[in-house]
Nanobody
Framework: QVQVVESGGGSVQPGGSLGLSCSVS????????LAWFRQAPGQERQFASH????????EYSDSVKGRFTISRNSAKNTAFMRMNNLRPEDSAVYHC???????????????????WGQGTQVTVSS
């Protein structure tokens, strides 16, 4: 059983910064790749960033590249996403997702992630 829990988020003015954390807990020896997706009201869930178990494979969507940074702690069980220069269009519920490191498929496809957190709200508004 895998448990994914997000924390962080909140409200900020345009141009501000926020941080998100994602903790993954499991009783197995399986390692996991982690990703962040976001969903604004009335819109489909969109890929934001991905980080593999080793930390060597990092991907960003074009909309967040250069502003968001994903990282992982040394124990590999927590991922962080630092969001800088936030825009109103970044407002959404942000979900962390985990998939086994051995799984195939595109890293930006939400259908390839079997484990999800409950989501955390990010609001960017003046």
């Amino acid at each position: 059983q895998v448990q994914v829990v997000e924390s962080g988020g909140g409200s900020v003015q345009p141009g501000g910064s926020l941080g998100l954390s994602c903790s993954v807990s499991t009783s197995s020896e399986v390692t996991y790749s982690l990703a962040w997706f976001r969903q604004a009201p009335g819109q489909e869930r969109q890929f934001a960033s991905h980080l593999d178990w080793t930390g060597d494979v990092i991907e960003y969507s074009d909309s967040v590249k250069g502003r968001f940074t994903i990282s992982r702690n040394s124990a590999k069980n927590t991922a962080f996403m630092r969001m800088n220069n936030l825009r109103p269009e970044d407002s959404a519920v942000y979900h962390c997702a985990a998939k086994p490191s051995y799984s195939y498929g595109s890293n930006n496809d939400q259908n390839n992630y079997p484990n999800w957190g409950q989501g955390t709200q990010v609001t960017v508004s003046s």
